[in-house]
């Protein structure tokens, strides 16, 4: 049997036992508990298959409901649809505004009690009452802005905030600008990328943390040529889907060579007439194992091997797997339409 979202459920608390309730309040704090690609259409699956019974009450799996607006912020974020990929994300074609109002108001209570920062956007404007201008105050809650910050960075921001990281890895003095300073320096560089320039400016110190958290990954990958991907956590933590979905991460970590950086996970290549998958060699002591995507497989050797794919090329995700044993490792997690080419 498959999981249910009682399962999911003890696995996130799990995860959010393990975050101090101090940090839970900063840009990003929700992000060590938002699963794998993988994992995330395995939880949306469920999701699917449950939802008529938990919609009517959704305080009964409350980390299930942070991790769903979270999860979406994270691999779907687009300001003008949320709501549309909520509801794909439930099998549902539409959601009523006045569910959403009611799926919102859940969603922030419950973020709130579990130490998770809902933001709230302030606006002032004037009422002209008995010949009186009065000023008044009015308060908004953004829940999808609240999910956005909760995630950090969604994916759909990464390539520009790459490109804030590459600016500030030419300025010594980039960290000690002024906040006034620092503003110019982001509305200038980030263009038309309105939520990204807020999130950047708004939360200095979350961002100048991860800069100088990729700005040293980079100094120790071009110092030490022979580190791949799977070296990188012990230099810093970093979302696996940063390096599938967009390739600029790659190529900003080591600018002289960054195919090297993935030398230990799968490629994609063109070879006689078929599209193929690289596999790099295994480690002895993980052997024997098995490559498998889908349904495909290949058995593993401590040499590189091939795997056809053709048509199997051509999925959303391509998701390659190592199995040793009862253990599987996830390698690869290539997005083919974000841009990836054969090489």
């Known amino acids: 049997m498959g999981y249910q979202l009682e399962n999911w459920e ?3 608390e799990e995860k959010l036992e393990s975050l101090d309730a101090p940090t839970r309040h900063k840009a990003g704090a929700l992000l060590p508990l938002i699963p794998d690609r993988e994992e995330w259409t395995r939880f949306v699956a469920t999701l699917q298959s449950e939802w008529g019974a938990w919609e009517h009450d959704l305080s009964r799996y409350p980390a299930c409901l942070v991790v769903l607006y979270g999860g979406l912020a994270f691999y779907e974020y687009d300001e003008r649809v949320f709501w549309r990929h909520f509801a794909k994300a439930i099998g549902k074609h539409s959601i009523p505004p006045n569910h959403q109002v009611e799926i919102n108001q859940s969603f922030s209570q419950i973020a709130e009690r579990l130490g998770f920062k809902i933001l709230h956007k302030v606006t002032h404007r004037t009422v002209h009452l008995l010949q009186l201008d009065l000023p008044v105050e009015d308060s908004r809650t953004s829940y999808v802005s609240s999910a956005v910050y909760q995630v950090g960075i969604p994916l759909s921001f990464w ?3 790459l490109e804030i990281c590459e600016w500030a890895s030419w300025q010594n003095s980039w960290s000690a600008l002024s906040d006034e300073d620092w503003a110019q320096v982001v509305e200038k560089r980030m263009g038309g990328q309105t939520r990204l320039k807020k999130f950047l400016i708004d939360n200095r110190e979350t ?3 991860l800069i100088k958290e990729l700005l040293e990954a ?3 990958l071009s110092a030490d040529p022979n580190l791949s991907l ?5 230099a810093c933590f970093l979302r696996k889907e940063y390096f599938d979905e967009v390739p600029e991460t790659a190529e900003f970590l080591r600018p002289k ?3 090297s950086l993935l030398r230990d996970r799968g490629q994609l290549v063109w070879s006689d007439d078929h599209i193929r998958l690289r596999l790099p060699g295994v480690a002895a002591d993980k052997l024997p194992a ?7 497989i290949q058995s593993a ?3 590189p091997r091939e795997l056809i794919l053709d048509s199997s090329a051509f999925q959303p995700l391509v998701n390659l797997r190592l199995v040793s044993g009862i253990h599987a490792e996830i390698k690869s997690s290539r997005v083919l339409s974000r841009g990836d080419s054969l090489i």
């Open 290 to 296: 098995t490559w498998r995507v889908d349904k495909k």
């Open 159 to 161: 390539d520009g905030f």
């Open 10 to 12: 003890v696995s996130f």
């Open 230 to 234: 799977s070296d990188l956590s012990q």
């Open 218 to 220: 980079r100094e120790i």
């Open 207 to 209: 961002t100048t943390a």
């Open 257 to 259: 060579d960054p195919e």
């Open 301 to 303: 050797a401590t040499t």
